[in-house]
């Protein structure tokens, strides 16, 4: 499925709730769509239904899960799954993302991702929890390269290579995280823009950007918390420039600034994502 079949396109920004009226109130004329986690709004009334769906009334919808991640190694709890495929068809999302990582053992939630082996064991797993959700809630998935911190077990495969095998071996989309392929780059010395140029431009369905926290000692967190880096501008107009007119997120989860510092970077990006996009690469 390619992301130009729907009409997800440009650039998008995540439906929080510490923002949201503010957003609905003023209906940004630089967000063009708008991202959301099914676990915030599944069999929940009150003040998030209402929000999505006055957000509905002005934008498409995609959504990005927090808790299936694809590097389990249990299958997924039916009754939940059944529940996302409903929300899934009521806000009509082209497709649904989730991260390539474990996010939970024994029933027991870690609220955050955990990196799996970069092994070829590893990959079947995730390949096998793809192709079941896919089935179950009818949607394309795309998985989601996630930023890890210290190396998940030795293998003898790269990040890359990890990646693309799962993605062929599920036939699946991608969600390319920019931020977080820079964010491994950086902490673990290697080249960001030759893992991008491994990419096909045919698995990628959505594009996540985000700000990212330096340590004192050089370290760098994926907080979605802080302002975009230059590096990060720039790695997204090479990717764009590459991969063409794949829609692009947003992702401020915390931390938020203004609504008028957040809709500038909103027109930065759009026009990174223009002039990158007008480029014919060969």
């Known amino acids: 499925m390619s992301a130009l079949s729907s009409n997800v396109k440009g650039i998008g ?16 004329k630089e967000i063009s769509w708008v991202e959301v986690h099914p676990e915030n709004y599944v069999e929940r ?22 808790t299936l991640g694809l590097g389990s190694v249990s299958p997924f709890e039916r009754e939940y799954v059944q529940t996302l495929k409903k929300f899934l068809h009521e806000v009509e999302t082209p497709w ?35 192709r079941e959700l896919r ?3 009818e949607k394309p998935i795309a998985l989601e390269n996630i930023t890890f911190y210290a190396e998940p077990g030795k293998s003898g495969m790269d990040e890359a290579s ?16 920019v931020n977080n392929i820079y964010v491994n780059a950086k902490n673990f010395g290697f080249d960001p823009r030759a893992y991008l140029d491994r990419i096909p431009k045919e698995r990628v ?18 907080t979605h918390g802080e302002a975009i880096c ?30 008028d510092v957040l809709v500038e970077e909103l027109r930065r990006l759009t026009e990174i994502y223009e002039r990158a996009t007008s480029v014919k690469v060969l």
């Open 230 to 259: 230059e590096d990060v501008f720039s790695l997204l107009e090479y990717t764009l420039a590459r991969l063409g007119e794949v829609p692009v997120l947003l992702e401020r989860d915390g931390n938020y600034p203004s609504l």
């Open 205 to 222: 369905a959505q594009i996540h950007i985000a700000g990212h926290l330096i340590q004192p000692d050089g370290l760098r967190i994926d």
């Open 96 to 130: 649904h993302s989730e991260h390539l990582c474990v996010t939970g053992v024994d029933d027991v939630m870690f609220h955050d991702l955990i990196p799996i082996p970069l092994t070829r064991a590893a990959a079947r797993i995730a390949i096998q929890r793809l």
């Open 135 to 137: 089935d179950a809630v």
């Open 45 to 66: 009334g009150g003040r998030f239904p209402h929000v999505l769906g006055r957000a509905r009334e002005h934008w498409p919808v995609v959504t990005h899960g927090l």
């Open 162 to 177: 990890f990646v693309l095998d799962v993605l062929d071996g599920a036939d699946a989309l991608l969600l390319l995280d």
């Open 13 to 28: 920004l995540g439906l929080r709730q510490p923002i949201a009226d503010a957003l609905l109130e003023r209906l940004p």
